[in-house]
């Protein structure tokens, strides 16, 4: 049986466990020899929180859709009680929340049992995954590339099929991007759908979103509806769905009218993504919906240099709240070099600056917003190009310009939506003429994850793609 187990997204392992067909305590030591053979070749792990999981294991949750499966948690953001939250970061090694965020009992509600955490780029500030705390994080699909960031070392570990998902964030494109280079389904939710109760009001001005990374549409979904949900005081709202997430999946999408956008706003390109997302329209076509080119208009110059500003004011923000957690400032062997670099050109911006800066990304949401409307359905690459070689770039450069420029060219299609508050969606239809994955993006106006669900099923119907492997897998 336990070599069948890589063929079940995670509610089909949930049933084996319901039906009697296999346990909890022997699907996490499943996990864990996966986790010990694959994790020194790929480095996605940071915390090993094996004994945890047996001790829950032995008498596990029952109820939940995920009830008694093992879990990997990305290792940012949210807390977990006991468990170690470094951010990727050497000033947080020894960081280790009391208690459990909102999200987290969410989580718990599904019946997950946590068994480690997953690696991320210093602070979430890159589309790599590496930091000097604990290394790089490699791309199973070719070891020499990065799995992408912040969420990489989810996406690689369910890339894998060490799990058939795993939590993940987005903020610019930390779940869409790694799920583009991996070949996983990667879901970024509307501004508002998740809260952030007790540790945050805010992240990110509503940027910031949680999720999960998976090998299908109706785990995407069943994660999503325990997840999401407003908490008093929350600074953004939004209606609830009309119903639970999961029935979507497979309902009727109608004939939706799509536009088609393939050209890169920014500065890195490539003709593997406009073909992908041109196939996906086609399929789209063949399923019976409308598709017509558009344009998504941004002046991507203007937009990435405000965005920058913002980031680096946020995450020195964030670090000064940091040294008042952990009673102690950061030293020189804390933060890597882009890190300390953003810290220093935070604090050349004032607070009016900052203020412009928040209000000309909020009129650019806007406009995309307004572009959106004109249809159901907006058909993007997820990326302008497959996943780059591991380090490309680096937050330990030191030239901290040459990082953004390098980082603003792969996040082209993605931190533009980040910023308009839009949900949307990576899926793997099609692999690139190098054999690496690479995703195209469904985007949909705001509060309307259950088209982007129904459409999403879809696809994955008429062309699946869960037995994809790469070549390092737990095969």
Not at 52 to 76: E, I, N
Not at 94 to 111: E, F, W, Y
Not at 144 to 168: I, K, N
């Amino acid at each position: 049986m336990t070599d069948q187990l890589i063929e079940y997204d995670g509610l089909g392992l949930a049933n084996l466990i319901r039906t009697g067909q296999i346990s909890s305590a022997e699907l996490v030591e499943v996990v864990i020899g996966r986790i010990e053979r694959l994790n020194p070749t790929l480095n996605f792990m940071t915390n090993k929180g094996y004994e945890l999981a047996r001790s829950v294991a032995a008498d596990p949750p029952r109820q939940g859709a995920f009830a008694g499966l093992p879990w990997l948690l990305k290792d940012l953001i949210l807390g977990h009680a006991g468990v170690p939250l470094t951010s990727g970061s050497r000033f947080f090694r020894d960081h280790v929340p009391a208690q459990d965020s909102v999200m987290i009992h969410r989580l718990k509600s599904l019946g997950l049992i946590y068994i480690g955490s997953t690696n991320v780029p210093e602070f979430g500030i890159n589309l790599q995954s590496g930091n000097a705390l604990f290394g790089d994080t490699r791309n199973p699909w070719d070891t020499s590339r990065t799995p992408g960031g912040s969420s990489g070392g989810a996406a690689c570990a369910v890339a894998a099929r060490v799990m058939p998902f795993a939590h993940g964030g987005d903020g610019g494109g930390s779940i869409r991007v790694p799920s583009s280079y991996c070949g996983l389904v990667g879901l970024k939710p509307s501004r508002g759908r998740n809260t952030y109760f007790p540790d945050y009001a805010d992240v990110w001005y509503g940027c910031g979103t949680d999720g999960c990374l998976s090998i299908s549409v109706r785990d995407t979904a069943a994660y999503s509806d325990a997840l999401w949900g407003s908490t008093p005081g929350d600074p953004y709202e939004i209606q609830p769905l009309s119903r639970p997430l999961l029935e979507e999946v497979g309902a009727d999408p109608g004939k939706l009218r799509i536009g088609l956008m393939t050209r890169s706003p920014g500065p890195i390109s490539s003709e593997d993504a406009a073909r992908t997302a041109e196939a996906a329209a086609r399929l789209c076509e063949s399923l019976g919906h409308h598709v017509e080119v558009t344009e998504i208009p941004i002046d991507y110059a203007r937009f990435t240099a405000t965005f920058i500003r913002v980031i680096n004011v946020l995450t020195a923000m964030g670090l000064d709240t940091a040294e008042a957690l952990m009673n102690r400032k950061a030293g020189v062997d804390d933060l890597q070099p882009v890190v300390w670099a953003i810290r220093d050109l935070a604090k050349n911006v004032s607070g009016v600056e900052h203020a412009l800066d928040v209000e000309i990304l909020r009129q650019i949401g806007r406009d995309i917003c307004m572009a959106v409307s004109k249809y159901d359905i907006v058909i993007t690459p997820s990326t302008p190009v497959t996943a780059p070689e591991v380090g490309d770039p680096s937050q330990a450069w030191s030239d901290v310009d040459a990082y953004f420029e390098r980082l603003v060219g792969f996040m082209a299609f993605s931190a533009p939506i980040s910023i308009s508050g839009l949900p949307a969606i990576s899926l793997p239809i099609e692999t690139a003429s190098n054999g690496m994955p690479l995703g195209t993006q469904f985007i949909a106006n705001r509060g309307r994850e259950d088209l982007l669900i129904r459409l999403a099923s879809q696809i994955e119907a008429a062309k699946p793609w869960k037995d994809r492997l790469p070549p390092v897998s737990a095969r």
